[in-house]
């Protein structure tokens, strides 16, 4: 199989790198306006439709995204896209005829939340709490933090875009969510345009009430769930792969390997072109992300 990657920044590179490590990836061509790259390069849409690849990969900046996506959606035919998490910047409306689309969300290859989602589906959820916050100076240590892509606006930056995943897996174990209150904006010292805290208060259709807090400014780095329905109890930590349940009165803890990127992306990959959405995002699934994005972005 051809591949062609839509982006060679940090994402972009380890997309590529992955890619080009699997047995059913013939060649990886590289579109980007960087030069001398380990790889055959491109620098334009257009030139997509002469190299013909079976598979892209969207990892270039979130503002990017739509204009990319609707290109390769009027020129390309029977592909298999990958877009990186956030669908669009905003919410945008690309109709999906000729393609197969899907996102970037990572985190639904966790071992941690695939067993959140396996022990509550079919369970009545009476309130999620989820709390995200690392500090943006230290994402990228190679990178002055105030150069990337997470502190520009213009560029499609800031918590509510880039910490997306929670958006992502909440309405995946509970269905569709409806904010109640939202706090988004910068707060911190952090020197970056974009907002660094989102805080907000929702309920789920199913009646599970959700209480999130992101930010890009905790110096400890802290993912946590907690979870109480019916029978069960949950508190979940994402970073140590741990999770502690109370199911009926039985009471466990359960631990997996640190899980490391670079596998997760494979099999984000495998899945795509096995076409088994077991765990993918499907492109009408991130439309309800990008949907209460839009609903967060135009909060008064």
Not at 134 to 163: C, F, H, I, M, N
Request: overall charge negative; glycine content about 4%; hydrophobic content about 35%.
């Amino acid at each position: 199989m051809k591949v062609l990657v839509i982006g060679y920044g940090s994402i972009g590179a380890q997309h590529t790198r992955v890619l080009a490590s699997m047995e059913n990836v013939k060649e990886v061509f590289v579109l980007s306006s960087q030069s001398n790259l380990p790889y055959p390069t491109i620098n334009t849409l257009d030139e997509i439709i002469s190299i013909e690849p079976e598979y892209i990969v969207i990892a270039s900046v979130t503002s990017k995204h739509y204009e990319q996506l609707l290109f390769i959606e009027k020129n390309c035919h029977n592909k298999l896209i990958f877009v990186e998490k956030p669908l669009f910047a905003q919410k945008e409306k690309i109709e999906i005829t000729n393609n197969s689309v899907f996102i970037g969300y990572i985190l639904r290859f966790n071992p941690v939340i695939q067993f959140i989602k396996k022990k509550c589906t079919g369970r009545k959820l009476w309130s999620i709490n989820v709390f995200c916050g690392s500090y943006l100076p230290e994402w990228r240590k190679e990178r002055d933090y105030r150069q990337t892509s997470s502190a520009s606006k213009e560029l499609g930056g800031g918590v509510l875009l880039d910490l997306s995943h929670e958006l992502d897996y909440i309405q995946w174990i509970t269905g569709n969510i409806e904010p109640e209150h939202v706090v988004n904006r910068k707060v911190s010292d952090l020197e970056i345009d974009t907002d660094d805290q989102l805080i907000f208060t929702a309920k789920a259709q199913s009646g599970t009430y959700i209480q999130l807090s992101l930010n890009y400014f905790s110096r400890i780095p802290t993912r946590q769930i907690i979870i109480d329905g019916e029978g069960i109890s949950i508190v979940a930590d994402i970073i140590n792969n741990e999770v502690h349940i109370n199911e009926d009165g039985n009471q466990d803890v359960f631990s997996w390997k640190k899980t490391v990127k670079d596998k997760m992306i494979k099999k984000q990959h495998e899945s795509v072109l096995k076409s088994d959405d077991t765990y993918l995002c499907t492109y009408r699934e991130a439309g309800v992300v990008m949907n209460l994005i839009d609903k967060i972005q135009k909060w008064d």
